[in-house]
C-alpha cells in the first residue's frame, strides 16, 4: 500500500557533501513526521534528523550544523541535506515516514525505506 525508495547515497570523501531523498507513493492520506536514520556496521540504528509535519526539526547532536532535513509535501519527499561528512557519518541511511493511509486515515503507522549506503573514504 506504501512504498519509500531512497536515493541519493554513495561515496564521498571526508569533507565532501551528498543529498538523500526519500518519497513515498501507493495509497497515502496524510503523512506525519519524516525522518532519517543511520546504522553503522556493528552498531544499532540511530536516529539522525526528523521533522514534523509542522516542519519542526530535530536532529542527533553528532550532525547538527553539518545536516540539514526538509521536506516538500506536495511530493511526498524527505530530503537530507548532508555537508562536512565525516567517516563516522558512515551507514546505511534508512528514511522513516509516519503515514496515514486512505484505509486507515489518521491511524498512522511508520513506514521504512530499504536504506542507502554512505560510504565517507578518501
Known amino acids: 500500500q506504501v512504498q519509500l525508495v531512497e536515493s541519493g547515497g554513495g561515496l564521498v570523501q571526508p569533507g565532501g557533501s551528498l543529498k538523500l531523498s526519500c518519497g513515498a507513493s501507493?495509497?497515502?492520506?496524510?503523512?506525519?513526521?519524516m525522518g532519517w536514520y543511520r546504522q553503522a556496521p556493528g552498531k544499532e540504528r540511530e536516529l539522525v534528523a526528523i521533522?514534523?509535519?509542522?516542519?519542526?526539526?530535530n536532529y542527533a547532536d553528532s550532525v547538527k550544523g553539518r545536516f540539514t532535513i526538509s521536506r516538500e509535501n506536495p511530493k511526498n519527499t524527505v530530503h537530507l541535506q548532508m555537508n562536512d561528512l565525516k567517516p563516522e557519518d558512515m551507514g546505511v541511511y534508512y528514511c522513516?515516514?509516519?503515514?496515514?493511509?486512505?484505509?486507515?486515515?489518521?491511524?498512522?503507522?511508520?513506514?521504512w525505506g530499504k536504506g542507502t549506503p554512505v560510504t565517507v573514504s578518501s
Open positions: 522513516k515516514q509516519t503515514i496515514g493511509t486512505i484505509y486507515t486515515g489518521w491511524d498512522a503507522r511508520d513506514y
Open positions: 501507493g495509497s497515502l492520506f496524510r503523512i506525519f513526521a
Open positions: 521533522i514534523t509535519s509542522d516542519g519542526n526539526t
